[in-house]
């Protein structure tokens, strides 16, 4: 039987969601559980990480399971012409589930393909990053009360920003309105557009910051991805398009929380981290319980 593998958020149902939030939350009240004994996740990363793959490294370990893998594809038989089929087949044959960031967009989908266990999409170029629209929904769900009809600004880099794709994706289910803050090279792609569009959901485009953060429920601030680019001169002119400052935050609706995947560079002050509306560093905390919730889900443990 085909198991079940997280390529993209849209792999899961908005009730499957619900309950990963859920029990995501039964995890943050009690977050050592020996729920794993003889379990073997292997966490695959061809791109760096830190938040993705120390987040589950973290929850598989208070779940009593063990961590095999590498942390940089150098390091592995990659550097000798070893093809992804076979370094999933052979992986797939070693874990119980594999956790993979991939820089070609589509590699995940194909690793789940070939994989006779589940594999967790931990970012596969700028395509999607599902887990980490798990515990966006379930930093949303807990500083908002709820996930219905939130007013989310997302910010910076939506080209190539996969954090904002898959987001946005997830929370077309909850009749939110979408303000799209970009410069005009790095606008959200016209495929996410039409996505909304045949939902008949709103959305709003600006390259001015001002104009709409006083509306937002959620400031979603990303990076601008220079990996992504291929002219180093494209990315400095874009690279300090916006940089979120403390006194920008004032006339905020109350309530209102920034959130940001990490790593940042410039694109939030440090002034902002201790203001009431500086949500991102705990946001990061929330990937272990969202993430203990996604794997236990996946291997089918109660
Ligand atoms: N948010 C995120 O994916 O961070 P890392 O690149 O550090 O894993």
């Known amino acids: 039987m085909k198991t079940k593998s997280l390529v993209s958020i849209d792999d899961l149902s908005t009730d499957e ?15 050592v559980q020996d729920l794993l004994p003889g379990k073997v996740v292997a966490t695959l990363f061809f791109e760096p990480s830190t938040r993705t793959r120390l987040s589950f490294e973290s929850a598989v370990n208070k779940l009593g399971g063990r961590i095999i893998g590498f942390t940089d594809s150098s390091t592995s038989s990659v550097t000798k012409g070893e093809t992804l089929y076979d370094t999933i087949r052979m992986v797939s044959s070693y874990a ?29 170029g700028a395509n999607q990053h599902p887990t980490q629209t798990l515990l966006d929904l379930y930093s949303i769900q807990k ?3 709820t996930l219905d009809n939130l007013n989310i600004c997302m910010v910076g880099d939506l080209k190539y920003g996969r954090t904002v794709h ?19 090279e790095l606008r959200m792609p016209d495929e996410y557009k039409l996505y909304l569009n045949n939902l008949g959901l709103r959305y709003h485009e600006t390259s001015d910051l001002s104009e709409v953060i006083t509306t937002a429920d959620i400031v979603y601030m990303t990076r601008v991805q220079k990996e992504r680019f291929s002219d180093p001169m494209e990315y400095e002119k874009v ?44 946001q990061a905390l929330n990937g272990v319980y969202t993430r203990q919730a996604i794997i236990c889900t996946l291997l089918g443990i109660k």
Request: hydrophobic letters at 40%; zero cysteines.
């Open 166 to 184: 898959s987001l946005l994706m997830a929370m077309s289910r909850w009749n939110t309105t979408f303000n799209f803050v970009a410069p005009d």
């Open 17 to 31: 969601i619900t309950k990963i939030l859920k029990l995501a939350g039964d995890f943050e009240k009690n977050p």
């Open 143 to 145: 500083t908002q009360g």
């Open 239 to 282: 690279k300090n398009a916006y940089v979120l400052h403390k006194s920008m935050l004032s006339d905020s609706k109350p309530g209102m929380k920034i959130l940001h995947p990490l790593p940042r560079v410039n694109e939030i002050n440090t002034d902002v981290d201790n203001t009431n509306n500086a949500y991102y560093f705990t």
């Open 96 to 124: 119980d589930l594999i956790v993979m960031r991939h820089p070609i967009e589509g590699s995940a989908r194909y690793a789940s393909e070939v994989s006779v266990v589940p594999i967790i999409n931990a970012g596969d």
